[in-house]
């Protein structure tokens, strides 16, 4: 029977499902929307990702990791054997795609990252979680507001042929901006192409500012699907920039990597199996009043039996082991 290893990467956009083999072959790989709704979204992929599975004999899931700023809840969720930061996983799965990778730069839909990394060691890095013109959020919104579908927003930037300048700092900024441009006759492709090289130049001045980008340089996350941020950044960085085949789920595939390693040396996984689809999930949250702390703690609850609480900074309740029933 063949050993199989789960990623799973709970963001606040979307839920990816990564099924790895022992030679870190993508076996199978599921994108879905999250959509406010993680605890849904999570068991219907999984509920897709069984299915998927039927069609491989012989197969026994050996270990699951969870990443993504919902990791906890689907570390609970599914019994993972390791949880991990999207940093982490994200340069574990560079790694794995271009040994020797220096520099990671990730845009997602509501956020964006710079990893550096030195002797395959994370050295630095830096998060945008609070402007949205650096993200892919802010290029789907443009792209429904010019009529573009957003997959041919890169190619159609690709087809520039006069530099147009917009002012990316700020998300709306921006959007005046383009509609400045446009009444003053420039072309869409002109005019997406400016777009393009905002964000790029939104993400240099922010995130990668005083940082030292050396090669080889890896693009992931959503956005990187797009033609012409890819070369945008190569304009401006002057240097190859590589696209990985999976690039929109490097998150779970480095969470199914660092799975993997964990399970290594272990009897058995934590995985509780595909039927914990048939669950009932609750959360119930309530702020602690016993020090001026004021911790929202949250617990999860399986079936009416509380499973795991955090949020807590002194471990009070995230230390309890007794469970009790949902009232």
């Known amino acids: 029977m063949e050993n199989v290893y789960l ?87 560079a790694l794995n ?68 300048r917009i002012a990316g700092r700020c998300a709306v900024f921006a959007e005046s901006d383009m509609i400045h441009k446009q009444q003053l006759g420039y072309s869409q492709e002109d005019i997406i192409n400016g777009l393009c090289e905002a964000l790029v130049r939104n993400y240099l001045n922010n995130l990668a500012k005083g940082k030292d980008i050396e090669g080889p340089i890896v693009f992931q996350g959503g956005v990187a699907a797009n033609i012409g941020i890819k070369k945008a950044f190569e304009r401006a960085l002057e240097c190859e920039i590589y696209v990985p085949e999976h690039h929109n789920v490097m998150g779970a595939i480095g969470s199914a990597l660092l799975a993997k390693e964990e399970v290594k040396n272990k009897e058995k996984t934590n995985f509780l199996g595909f039927d914990i689809t048939d669950k009932d999930f609750k959360v119930k949250g309530f702020e602690c009043d016993n020090c001026p702390n004021v911790c929202e703690v949250v617990g999860i609850y399986r079936d009416d039996e509380l499973v795991a609480r955090w949020g807590d900074k002194c471990g009070k309740w995230s230390n309890l082991s007794v469970a009790c029933t949902l009232e």
């Open 7 to 93: 990623g799973i990467d709970v963001g606040s956009v979307s839920t990816n499902i990564v099924v790895i083999d022992d030679n870190n072959k993508v076996l199978e790989k599921l994108y879905i929307r999250t959509m406010g709704n993680p605890i849904n979204v999570l068991k219907e992929g999984l509920r897709k990702t069984k299915e998927a599975l039927k069609n491989l004999y012989n197969i026994k899931v050996a270990g699951v990791g969870t990443t993504g700023s919902g990791r906890e809840l689907a570390s609970v969720m599914v019994g993972a054997d390791v949880v991990k930061n999207e940093i982490t996983a994200h340069a574990i799965a």
């Open 97 to 164: 795609f271009v040994p020797g990778v220096r520099t990671i730069l990730e845009i997602g839909g509501q956020d964006s990252k710079i990893i550096l990394l030195r002797n395959n060691i994370i050295s630095d890095f830096a998060m945008n979680t609070v402007c949205a013109a650096g993200t892919g959020s802010f290029l789907d919104r443009q792209a429904s507001r010019l009529g573009i579908p957003i997959e041919e927003f890169g190619s159609l930037a690709l087809n520039s042929s006069t530099q147009v």
